[in-house]
């Protein structure tokens, strides 16, 4: 008996000492997490989670609410969703460089984000622009634009008035000009 005695107390004095020689490793606090949402991970098990933790521009954690939020520290912002849903993020690589490039060369790039935005640019231009130069207008997406239209020949008119010549450098040449340019 005082045999099993000490072999017990040399145990647990063994673990007594590797539980203070090496301490509970603490996780790290994330700096964003998201909770309460249906979080689409696209795997390949089509998983769909509640929460997120990013922590230093990486996800560290998908999965439930209650993993998330023991990732919750001072600093961390934390957001909720409210049932909405969360993809990844999505890349659109549809671009024309060359394009972009060349635009910058001949102006900067100004968003425009209605045709009131539109007719005060070109409202500019002809005002700063000689009457021998083309004025271009500069990429329009029409996703981008409040009226979810591009601009017509009567829109432009409206700010070009008999200014000539004047297209839209994104659209086909005769979709997108004045009345007068169009004589």
């Known amino acids: 008996m005082k045999q099993v005695f000490q072999c017990c107390s040399l145990v647990a004095l063994l673990a007594l ?5 090496s301490p509970a490793q603490q996780v790290e606090p994330a700096d964003f997490v998201l909770l309460g949402g249906k979080v689409f991970s696209l795997d390949a098990k089509n998983t769909i989670a509640q929460a997120v933790a990013i922590r230093g521009g990486k996800i560290v954690m998908v999965g439930g609410d209650d993993q998330a939020k023991a990732l919750v520290g001072p600093k961390t912002e934390v957001y909720q969703a409210a049932g909405r849903t969360v993809i ?5 690589t549809h671009v024309h460089p060359t394009g ?3 635009g910058e060369i ?3 790039f100004t968003q425009l ?3 009131g935005e539109i007719q005060e640019w ?3 231009q002809v005002a700063a622009t000689s009457a021998d130069k083309w004025i271009r207008l500069p990429r329009v997406d029409v ?3 409040k009226e979810r239209r591009m601009p017509t020949a009567a829109d ?3 700010a070009a008035g008999e200014r000539p010549p004047f297209s839209c450098g994104s659209m086909p040449i005769g979709r997108c000009r004045c009345s007068i340019a169009r004589r």
């Open 106 to 108: 001949n102006q900067p």
């Open 143 to 145: 996703t981008r634009i």
């Open 113 to 115: 984000h209605s045709i």
């Open 100 to 102: 972009a490039a060349s």
């Open 88 to 92: 990844p993020g999505l890349n659109e």
């Open 17 to 21: 000492a590797l539980a203070s020689s």
């Open 156 to 158: 432009l008119d409206a």
């Open 122 to 124: 070109v409202r500019k």
